[in-house]
């Protein structure tokens, strides 16, 4: 059963607006939610996180949105560019757990020049 | 050089066949694991490792089999490939604030 999912499996995006990556979660136990970017023929390289007591982390164009009560979070970049076409991927861990981590399916983003 | 080395990059082999796929990370976390990648799945936990003493099952580790020689090298061997394990894996170790460090990948074809 799916803990982490990314409904959207693909979307595009003109180059400078914004681009909205969402994805939700079912366990409750989660604390800690990463978001990976992927290009093709390499691995997967972490992009930004943030931890439940936070509902907001910001860095440079990205910004993470968490919301709990809702089990959702959302990863912002503003302004797109197209260097960021690539798959993205959420994932979340907690100590209940085990300290595993547990990936969405990805979504995959074109920023369309 | 790459913090976190594959090998090899690309493999074929047959039903049957015993493979082991190797990582080396040269980062000194005392975190591994092994990913496999299918499409329109993602990511999916094999096995991971806290350390050379400490082996964890993840939530696909049927067929299966790990190895932690070091701290720095971590194996996944497929004792008798099937074509369902054809697929993408990835190695990666933890990150001080946990987030984690992949590999390029290893794409793995089993025919």
């Known amino acids: 059963d799916q803990q982490v999912k990314q409904n959207s499996p693909s979307l595009s995006v003109q180059e400078g607006r914004i681009s909205i990556l969402n994805c939700d979660y079912t366990?409750?136990?989660?604390?800690?939610f990463l978001w990976y970017k992927k290009y093709p023929a390499e691995g997967p390289t972490f992009l930004i996180s943030?931890?439940?007591i936070k509902d907001k982390n910001e860095d440079g164009r990205f910004t993470v949105f968490l919301n709990k009560s809702a089990k959702h979070l959302s990863l912002h970049i503003v302004p797109s560019q197209p260097g960021d076409s690539a798959v993205y991927f959420c994932?979340?861990?907690?100590w209940g757990t085990g300290n595993q981590f547990y990936f969405g399916t990805g979504t995959s983003l074109t920023v369309i020049p | 050089d790459a913090d976190v080395t594959q090998t090899p990059r690309n493999r074929i082999t047959k039903t049957g066949k015993r493979i082991m796929l190797e990582c080396s990370q040269t980062?000194?976390?005392?975190?591994m694991y092994w990913y496999r990648q299918d499409p329109g799945l993602g990511l999916r936990l094999i096995y991971y490792?806290?350390?050379?003493?400490?082996?964890n099952k993840g939530e696909i580790s049927d067929g299966y089999s790990v190895s932690r020689q070091a701290q720095a090298k971590f194996s996944l061997s497929l004792e008798s490939a099937i074509p369902n394990q054809t697929a993408l894996y990835f190695c990666?170790?933890?990150?001080?604030?946990?987030?984690?460090?992949f590999g390029p990948g290893t794409r793995l074809t089993v025919l």
């Open positions: 990666a170790t933890g990150g001080q604030y946990n987030e984690q460090f």
């Open positions: 980062k000194g976390h005392d975190r």
């Open positions: 490792s806290f350390d050379v003493k400490d082996i």
């Open positions: 366990n409750s136990m989660f604390d800690y």
């Open positions: 943030i931890s439940s």
């Open positions: 994932a979340a861990s907690g």
